[in-house]
Every structure is written in structure tokens, then in C-alpha cells.
């Protein structure tokens, strides 16, 4: 049985100080199987437990809405807080497929 899987969206939507790394608020990225380009190492690392339960369909039992959680940034001097939200997969062609047509 195939599981279902999504992409998910992050959003930093806030900071107490600028981001050592350029960050500003209001960026945002899509994460479907690899790292996002752009986002910094230190922030990927800490979000990435949260975004792998959402990306595989599960939830966080406190949070209202089942498909957002935020999480923050390792930084204390800046705290970038993000947003992740979990988004249904664009249908993609399968890769045999894709590499047939190559």
C-alpha cells in the first residue's frame, strides 16, 4: 500500500533580531525530498523532525489545525520563528517514465 505525501511549505513569520544568515521574514520554501535551497543549515535542522511528520501525514495532538506548526530557530540571538504547513503533492510522472522520454 502506497502512503500519501506531501510537500511542505515553510514560512519564517517571525524574528526578534535580524537573521545571522540574511533570512528576512515573509521568505518561504517548499520542501518536498530535498533540503531547500537558500535555507540556512542551523534552521533546516531544527525544523526538520516537525516537517517529516507533516510531510508523511501525521499531526501534532496540541495543535488546532493538523496540517501547521510552527518552530524556532537554534539561534537565541535572533529566534526566527517558522510556520510549516503541510500541501498536497503536485501529481508528478512516474520516473520510469521520466527517463524513457530523456
Known sequence: MERKQYDVAIK????????????????????????????????????????????????????????????SCPDHEVVNVFELRRVARKPSRPRAAARAQE
Do not use: M
Open 12 to 71: 519564517l513569520i517571525a524574528n526578534q533580531r535580524p537573521c545571522h544568515g540574511g533570512h528576512k521574514v515573509g521568505e518561504e520554501w517548499l520542501w518536498g525530498d530535498k533540503t531547500p535551497a537558500g535555507l540556512c543549515w542551523a534552521a533546516y535542522n531544527s525544523i526538520f523532525p516537525f516537517a517529516i511528520v507533516l510531510k508523511y501525514g501525521g499531526s501534532f495532538p496540541w495543535q488546532q489545525d493538523p496540517d501547521v506548526i510552527t518552530a
